[in-house]
């Protein structure tokens, strides 16, 4: 509850100052069809229980509003390791840990789940990831959680390139931290991929951070307003 409520507090002003939906109450994201953002760039669709599917979007279409709803985060999605210890290591020390775990974050990604932890409208994230664990982790993070995705053939780099990763160590009495961040696939999101997805896309709002290149963050909020993006 916490978490909805620190979510709530962040995103939930910027969207209610673009959503105009007259059917908030039952608005779900899990019930968002992709079709409806770009029919020429496939978007993932969730996979989701049958038994929560019903037509929403039968009930948007006759709306060419909703189409705007869209928020687009265009950004980071790493893999983070976790280890946490009584005390954090001095420089050259090594220090033995308790717990080691896995998540998934990118501020980029938190962003996109925060949003769509809200279900007021459809969100997607436009990144890039290895061709490897990682990167299959964050993609089914995605769709576990509702935030689409410009599919694995668009979003999965055919390289060897890693996926973004984050060494993440956390003292476990005062909670302070010290982080290494990888950025891997994430540096190679382009200028030229943002332009043509933001272009056709034309998403209500688009959301940044510099976890990825500079110029390609600036590029999207650039082509964003050229769309009317906020």
Known sequence: S????????????????????????????SHFSSSSIAKSIPLHKPRFPATTKTSLYSSM?????????????VGSANQDLV?????????????????????CGGKGANQAVAA???????????????????????LENFSKVGVDYFGETNTVLKDESPSGGASILVDEKSGDNMIVVSPGANFRLTVDDV?????TAKPSQILVQLEILPEV?????????????T
């Not at 279409?61 to 985060?73: D, P, Q, T, Y």
């Not at 769509?116 to 964050?138: E, H, W, Y």
């Not at 332009?195 to 272009?199: K, L, N, V």
């Not at 999207?220 to 769309?227: D, R």
């Open 2 to 29: 916490s978490m909805k409520i620190t979510c709530a507090r962040t995103v939930l002003p910027t969207l209610l100052f673009s959503f105009k939906a007259p059917t908030v109450h039952s608005f779900r994201l």
């Open 61 to 73: 279409s006759s709306s060419a509003e909703n189409k705007k709803n869209l928020i687009l985060v």
């Open 83 to 103: 280890c946490k210890s009584e005390v954090l290591p001095a420089l050259g020390e090594t220090v033995v840990g308790k717990d080691l775990s896995t998540a």
């Open 116 to 138: 769509a932890s809200l279900q007021l409208t459809p969100v997607a994230m436009l990144c890039r990831v290895g061709q490897d664990i990682f990167g299959k982790n964050l």
């Open 195 to 199: 332009q043509s997805t933001i272009q």
């Open 217 to 229: 963050a600036y590029e999207a909020l650039k082509t964003g307003k050229q769309v009317g993006a």
